[in-house]
């Protein structure tokens, strides 16, 4: 998947004045740990990360296919030859795989279209190996054909846009746009609206020619290009929902199980021309106009066409998926553990879906490991993992999450992830955590830009046009869409994601290639190298604090915009009740966290005792930890953490404070008062927890 199709972005918050410059460091540790992570970085490199690349993009590499066993293999070698220790963890998972999925035009003149994407003969993985046909994942099989209606997006304003135009997909095929949400929320309304089938294409208003030149003359999508990918809408294994797939798992049957029940396809422009041009009916609104060369209609018909799907879901839907995990165990806190990954499974060769997250994760550990040979162990044990199935619906990470889920809440630090890192110049962060985002920027300070013009930090500042000095680049929320999901909204770890972002024009496509990545995402990999730095800077600043280096400060006043505007919403509806005590609530976090932060940098600066130090980490590990509620979302209970989660109406949006805002939004005046009373209390734990650190630390 790929987060810079999120939506929801939030501003940062410049850190308070008089700040210490590491916070969580000394000043003798501070200077060490400068110099420490000024070595790591002049570790990954640009070379090796293109022979990792060139390796792992080799061929097509689907979950649960030999080549995902090829991935496996050199991920694990690699790790092995640097020193770490190593792990495999495989889980069955319910994944029924294509046999044959074919699309026709049956009026007004039958034609079958061809899903193949065309070869580009300098491309040479575009024929070497079979491409993985063109399917989306979890979509039911079947054989359907029907008038076609064109569905502009999918999305649930569409269908009510159609609503209101008298148009109707009920018994016939849907073809909707690529585009404003994830596609599982596309498959979801077609098949709540009556579609027997549903057809996705990608239109080059938003993903082709309009953008750019295509490939392989320029990075964007061609004619023939196909955007694959999953329609299922919960995270992992569909038949294990919310407990892991290990080998005695009861499984659920199929009817049960949360995954589409009608067939859906995606399909190229060029196929897409040959069911829209035909289309006539209602005259569209203007913006359902795509980037075709003729006016879109509706429909129904006069077009009709058929879909047929085969799957191996009756005779083989388990296959075998396999994470993989590099550990170096921690100096002196080896049980509190920072967690970095990315997920090893594509669509195709992967080349920046996800290779590019893969190769990072594995010169962030080349780095360390390479410390640990000369002499300079991490303090807190540091695991390197990639994730398999992550395209099918984070289902190698969510698996892991729900089988460790105790340990991980007991110990688990930090997640930093890695998805779709080098793909272009522009640096970001598509999910973070308010409280880790003070650290990424400042370890974004410490690495130099491959543009050769500054810091990656001043790059993205500059390149953000920042409209005053005391802003910050912005951050995404996390709501979902990569392998942080389990470790944020399901257990409440504070998480890092970021990467270099660029064309996307190939995304999921049998052209996401190594000659791609090599002509135009990152052609001289420095970006992958640069990634990897910001990688092992970022880990070595969180494994080696002395105190762990979360701002809370930041947090509270990013949940504190979040709280004005629940107050704003509740006042325009003439409720009675107010969610003032919620900001009020917010408030309490904020000056404990302040207290907090003074407290610690008085105590860092008078020698802190060890003995106190851990008892203060272990502490704070506890304050994210309070804003996750066991039972979770009243819509999903996986969504444990009350501070985001995605929107269940697209997928890719995120939503704040999700238990308070979902009420507001189906109108529940009775549940939005139960959800803020509720979260009320969980804020003034996580204080509680702040203010026993604080306190912890003035007994020092
Ligand atoms: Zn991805």
């Known amino acids: 998947m790929n987060r810079y199709l999120a939506l929801s972005m939030a501003l940062g918050f410049s850190a308070p004045l008089g700040a210490q410059k590491t916070p969580g460091y000394g000043a003798q540790s501070a200077s060490i740990e400068r110099a420490t992570e000024a070595d790591a970085i002049t570790r990954p490199s640009a070379q090796s990360s293109s022979v990792h690349s060139k390796f792992l993009s080799l061929q097509p590499h689907m979950a649960g296919t030999s080549a995902q066993a090829r ?4 991920v694990i070698d690699k790790m092995k030859s640097w020193g770490l220790e190593t792990e495999v963890r495989g889980y069955s998972v319910w994944m029924p795989h294509p046999l044959s999925t074919r699309v026709w035009r049956m009026a007004p003149d039958p034609i079958e279209l061809n899903l193949q994407e065309g070869i580009v003969p300098e491309d040479t993985t575009s024929f070497a190996f079979p491409q993985v046909m063109a399917f989306n994942g979890y979509g039911a099989a079947g054989d359907v054909r029907g008038e076609v209606v064109y569905v502009n997006y999918g999305l649930i304003e569409d269908y009510a846009q159609l609503d209101s135009m008298g148009v109707s997909v009920k018994g016939k095929i849907a073809i909707a746009r690529y585009g404003r949400s994830y596609r599982g929320i596309k498959a979801r309304e077609a098949e709540k609206h009556g579609a027997l089938g549903l057809i996705i294409y990608s239109d080059p208003a938003d993903d082709g020619y309009v953008r750019g030149d295509v490939y392989p003359a320029g990075p964007m999508r061609p004619s023939h290009g196909i955007q694959r990918g999953s329609v299922m809408n919960p995270n992992g294994d569909p038949s294990t929902p919310g407990y892991p797939s290990t080998t005695n798992a009861k499984r659920i049957a199929l009817a049960a199980m949360d995954v589409p029940h009608i067939p859906v396809l995606p399909i190229s422009y060029g196929n897409a021309t040959e069911l829209l041009r035909g289309l006539a009916g209602k005259a569209i609104p203007q913006p359902w106009q795509g980037g075709l060369p003729f ?14 799907v085969t799957t191996d879901a009756t005779t083989n839907p388990y296959k075998q998926i396999w994470d993989t995990f590099g550990t170096i165990r921690g100096s002196e806190f080896p049980e509190e553990i920072v967690i970095i990954g990315g997920h090893r499974d594509a669509w195709g060769p992967g080349a920046a879906d996800n290779v590019s997250g893969t190769v990072s994760v594995l010169e962030a550990a ?4 390479e410390q640990v040979k000369a002499g300079k162990r991490p303090k807190r044990t540091i695991v390197f993992a990639t994730w ?28 930093l992830n890695q998805d779709d890192v080098a793909q272009g110049p522009n640096f970001g962060s598509g999910a973070s955590s308010p409280s880790l985002r003070a650290l990424l920027r400042d370890v974004a300070k410490g690495v130099p830009d491959p543009s050769g013009t500054g810091t990656v930090y001043s790059v993205w500042r500059k390149r953000a046009n920042l409209a005053a000095d005391t802003l910050e680049p912005e951050m995404g929320d996390p709501g979902g869409g990569s392998d942080f999901g389990g470790f ?20 999921h496509s049998a052209y996401d290639s190594y000659h791609w990545m090599s002509k135009f995402g990152d052609p001289t990999f420095e970006y992958h190298a640069t990634n990897a730095r910001i990688g092992v800077a970022a880990l070595l600043r969180i494994a080696n604090a002395e105190i762990l280096p979360y701002d809370y400060v930041e947090y509270a006043r990013t949940m504190r915009r979040f709280s004005s505007q629940v107050e704003r919403t509740i006042a325009d509806k003439h409720w009675k009740l107010s969610a003032a005590v919620l900001s009020a609530a917010v408030g309490r976090m904020e000056s404990a966290a302040v207290a907090f932060n003074a407290a610690r940098d008085r105590a860092l600066a008078a020698q802190l005792a060890p003995t106190i130090a851990k008892q203060v980490n272990t502490t704070l590990l506890g304050v994210e930890r309070q804003l996750t509620r066991p039972q979770g979302l009243v819509t999903r209970p996986w969504f444990r953490n009350l501070i985001y989660a995605s929107d269940e109406n697209n997928g890719y949006a995120t939503m704040a404070l999700p238990s308070v805002n979902e009420a507001i939004r189906v109108g529940d005046e009775t549940a939005v008062e139960r959800e803020i009373a509720d979260l009320v209390k969980r804020f003034d734990s996580a204080t509680r927890v702040l203010e026993a650190a604080t306190g912890l630390l003035q007994k020092s």
């Open 71 to 74: 991935t496996r293999d050199y």
């Open 295 to 308: 006016r879109y209609h509706v429909g129904p018909g006069p077009v009709q066409a058929r879909i047929a």
């Open 366 to 369: 080349r780095a360390v490991a």
């Open 388 to 415: 398999d199935a992550e395209e099918w619906g984070l289902i190698g990470s969510t698996e892991f999450v729900e089988e460790d889920s105790l340990r991980l809440a007991r110990s688990a630090v930090a997640y």
């Open 488 to 507: 944020y909204n399901h257990l409440g770890i504070p998480i890092a994601d970021w990467g270099f972002g660029g064309p996307a024009g190939v995304y």
